[in-house]
């Protein structure tokens, strides 16, 4: 009879240093609260709406859940004003204490996928229905156009796709199956598509599985993004640690059966798609600690699932990847000197190489909260791999790696907020990645700006991370776990952090309810905002500092104006309506008592909630009449809302007088408000 067995691993050795990891194949001084302290296990208390947190649902139960929201999917589906040929699909349910549901629905158009067309439905205990959000505003009338449209040839696709994979590095000389038709609505007007993937491996012996987009009716290729999601890898080992494994004297394995029955596998140097071999022994113990022992790898990645798993289980109510109960596997001794670690949605599973020589395998325990962080956005979110939304896909995966390398509490590994700090990547001893300040890395961005959606994702992550270490400990220089920061922010004011586990909490319920797959870093502070506002409350400090930390890093206006460190603020927090392809409407502020100029770099940020945000443009008219442009309209701007600050060079023009952002909406179909305008001098 098979039981399950608490088991030591040794896993002593040296530290292990590693070739740097390359993503291959992506398209293009002040207060703050002090670090957790006690038990790194407990969730974050005094909650100030504990009903918002979510509900620990056991696999009954959710399916219990997706049973109901299936079954009631047409009445959605109308109650939401979709039409005829658009179905609803239940993809996941996430329940708050309180019984607030978070429905979210993939969609189809005539049977065909709806890519980008992906959907949230909040509802109360009660049933009514309080917010939808949508990664695509295109409408049924936009949608049921893209039936008349006559395709090409679905080899035209395929070749197409060959193309950008070849472009991209892949091996591959066919696609590894027919294209798909498809509704492509994620770059806003709905096109009918051809979705191809191809497969193979990439240039650096990584599986591919490039997902590329083409119009059907030109063959022009619309977008791509590669589904194989790399992360950071982590050779540290983690000291003798618990390993929960399966079977009796003389006959043990690497299955985790309080865990979903999570495996361990051995690939033996091959890049197969399949599991490999289930690790086994006569005794319960597992490694010697040294980089080179097959079984040392395996320790440590079995180690980093286990403390994953519990870590999305006790701190978010989340029971597994999917929220189903069900482990997804590891796989160890990939390929041969492959100095990197993936998470692949194909075969549901954490894949580890050995890095170079063979003799550095790429298992940790942040490495695999990373990696196991794609699995839970890829069945969340869905935040697509390419551009903003890859850009914050990464930066989940460092953030719940951080989260987790502190939950796990090992004093061989204590927490920090750099990323790889242990492999010595760079020869020097510095990390690979720093959360409190990214550029630190060399390629990686502190703030946001205009173009960071063409930069590699793994280092237009840079900003998110940045925003998760301003939210969890504030700007300026401190130590923790002896570990000095020194973090700056973008409009040179002051962030005051809320504690790490609250900033947790705030990240997990907006990846769980907020954000879709088409989420950009304007999107991802709407979604941030509305998780702190449903857990602290809207008039919340902790509410405030989600504000202030993404106006640290570029992203939308700080929560109130006034004199601070760094500069003097003017804000007009009065709302303004927008009208709907109508005349141009003003939020004004008056600036007096200054001398001189304004500065080269006058900071202006912007808060305008609106339906479609490539409808407007949006002008900072001085006070001589000096218009200075900020925003274009444009159709392919297809997110909602800005939330951003903009850098003027005004100083061609006095100070004193009155300022106004000019906006005006020159499209019909949507509307929206100026909610607050601010300068900082």
Not at 196 to 206: A, P, S
Not at 475 to 486: D, E, Q
Not at 540 to 548: G, L, P, T
Not at 612 to 635: E, F, H, M, Q
Request: net charge negative; hydrophobic share 35%; charged share 15%.
């Amino acid at each position: 009879m098979r039981s399950t067995h608490s088991r030591r691993a040794t896993a002593t050795g040296a530290l292990i240093a590693a070739a740097a990891l390359l993503a291959v194949g992506v398209q293009t001084g002040s207060a703050s609260a002090a670090p957790d302290a006690g038990n790194a296990r407990t969730a974050s208390a005094s909650k100030a709406n504990p009903g918002a947190l979510a509900k620990q649902l056991s696999p009954s139960q959710r399916a219990e859940l997706i049973r109901e929201a299936t079954a009631s999917t047409a009445a959605t589906a109308k109650e939401l004003g979709l039409g005829a040929q658009e179905k609803l699909v239940v993809k996941d349910v996430v329940q708050d204490v309180d019984g607030t549901t978070h429905t979210r629905y993939e969609r189809t158009f005539d049977g065909l996928p709806v890519l980008g067309g992906d959907l949230v439905v909040q509802e109360s205990k009660a049933g009514a229905t309080e917010s939808v959000v949508k990664a695509s505003r295109a409408t049924t009338a936009q949608l049921k156009a893209v039936d008349t449209v006559a395709d090409i040839a679905p080899a035209a696709a395929s070749q197409q796709a060959l193309g950008a994979a070849k472009a991209a590095g892949s091996d591959k000389a066919e696609a590894g199956k027919a294209p798909r038709k498809v509704v492509w609505m994620a770059s806003g007007t709905p096109q009918l598509a051809y979705e191809t993937v191809v497969g193979g491996l990439q240039e650096d012996g990584t599986p591919n599985e490039l997902h590329v987009i083409t119009d059907a009716t030109s063959g022009a290729k619309l977008f791509q993004w590669q589904a194989i999601e790399n992360g950071v890898g982590n050779t540290e080992y983690s000291g003798q640690v618990t390993l929960g494994t399966s079977g009796s004297s003389g006959s043990y394995n690497l299955t985790d059966t309080a865990r979903g029955n999570h495996k361990t596998y051995n690939l033996n140097h091959s890049t197969s798609s399949g599991t490999g071999t289930l690790f086994s022994g006569a005794d319960d113990v597992w490694g010697d600690g040294n980089g080179t022992s097959t079984e040392t790898a395996a320790a440590d990645a079995h180690y980093g699932a286990a403390e994953t798993w519990d870590y999305y289980k006790e701190v978010h109510g989340r029971n597994g990847i999917k929220g189903n109960g069900v482990g997804a596997y590891s796989r160890v001794h990939y390929g041969n000197n492959y100095v990197n670690a993936f998470w692949s949605d194909s075969c549901f599973c954490m894949t580890y190489g050995d890095g170079s020589g063979n003799a550095h395998p790429l298992t940790a325990l942040d490495v695999a909260a990373h990696e196991m962080s794609h699995g839970v956005t890829s069945n969340t979110a869905g935040l697509v791999y390419s551009g903003e939304s890859g850009g914050l896909n990464e930066a989940t995966s460092d953030i719940f790696a951080t989260a987790v390398e502190f939950y796990a509490n090992n004093a061989t590994d204590k927490g920090d907020y750099l990323i790889g700090e242990k492999i010595d990547i760079n020869g020097d001893g510095s990390p690979l990645r720093y959360q409190d300040k990214p550029s630190k890395d060399g390629a990686s961005k502190d703030a946001w700006y205009s173009g960071i959606g063409n930069i590699d994702v793994h280092y237009s992550s840079g900003p998110a991370n940045h925003f998760f270490y301003l939210l969890s400990e504030g700007s300026g220089a401190k130590t923790i776990n002896g570990v000095s920061y020194n973090s700056p922010t973008s409009d040179g004011l002051p962030v005051t952090g809320i504690g790490r586990a609250k900033a947790e909490q705030i990240w997990f319920k907006a990846l769980s309810t907020k954000f879709t797959s088409t989420t950009n870093y304007a999107g991802a502070r709407t979604g941030t905002l509305a998780a702190a506002g449903e857990l602290y409350g809207t008039t919340s400090a902790e509410y405030k500092a989600v504000q202030d930390a993404w106006a640290g890093i570029n992203v939308g206006a700080r929560s109130g104006g006034g004199t601070d460190p760094g500069g003097t603020v003017y804000e007009n927090n009065t709302a303004v309506a927008i009208p709907d392809h109508g005349s141009a409407v003003t939020s004004s502020i008056t600036v007096s008592g200054r001398t001189g100029n304004a500065p080269s770099t006058l900071k202006v940020g912007v808060d305008i909630t609106h339906t479609y945000r490539g409808d407007l443009v949006i002008d900072l008219v001085a006070p001589n009449g000096t218009t200075y442009r900020l925003k274009n309209s444009s159709s392919s701007d297809s997110a909602d809302n800005v939330q951003t600050t903009y850098t003027v060079n005004a100083s061609s023009v006095a100070a004193n007088g009155t300022w106004k952002l000019k906006v005006q909406d020159v499209y019909s179909g949507d509307t929206g408000k100026i909610n607050s305008f601010k300068l900082t001098f």
